[in-house]
């Protein structure tokens, strides 16, 4: 029989529950669409259960909030001889991209404590601007939403590094 997305989301509830140990880290990222979300009402209620049961075993559980979305492919933002000037769309101001998932970043501001929200915006975007390439003109997306190894190692890996530490989860 063909299992179901929730059918899988509830038996990898249950084996992280099960091998949990006191200390244990678990950091939850997932897509957030921006026609869509999974992040609504009743996954909230489901998240602050699992961050309950993760609680009680002495571990601890974060989430990472929406990362910036792009409309075009990366190949349009890089400079060439016949495009030497970056395309707009290639940056987006970080108001609009949090208007666009408003509920969800409302949702997210009322979690309980048992659950400490990770946002790579302030990394990701300098001065409130999101932008696809950094200063360097280095690329930090393969795609619309998925990170280049380049922004993991430069950006996000030190970023969440200091997170955990500011939080003392390490």
Not at 22 to 27: I, N, Q, R
Not at 93 to 100: H, M, N, T
Not at 129 to 152: G, I, Q, S, W
């Amino acid at each position: 029989s063909q299992k179901t997305c929730g059918d899988i989301q509830i038996k990898q509830k249950e084996r992280i529950i099960k091998f949990l140990k006191k200390g244990d880290l678990v950091v939850i990222s997932n897509g957030y669409s921006l026609n869509k979300t999974w992040l609504n009402e009743e996954a909230v209620k489901r998240l602050e259960d699992f961050a309950k049961d993760i609680t009680l075993k002495g571990g601890k559980v974060v989430l990472f909030a929406p990362t910036p979305k792009f409309d075009l492919s990366i190949e349009l933002c890089k400079s060439e001889w016949f495009r030497p000037f970056p395309n707009e769309a290639c940056s987006v101001s970080e108001k609009v991209l949090k208007s666009k998932r408003n509920k969800t970043y409302e949702l997210l501001g009322n979690l309980s404590d048992k659950i400490l929200v990770y946002d790579l915006m302030d990394e990701l975007c300098p001065n409130g601007v999101c932008r696809m390439m950094d200063e360097l003109e280095k690329p930090l997306y393969t795609d619309t939403d998925h990170f280049t190894d380049y922004a993991n190692i430069e950006y996000i890996y030190p970023d969440f590094l200091n997170f955990l530490v500011d939080n003392n989860l390490i």
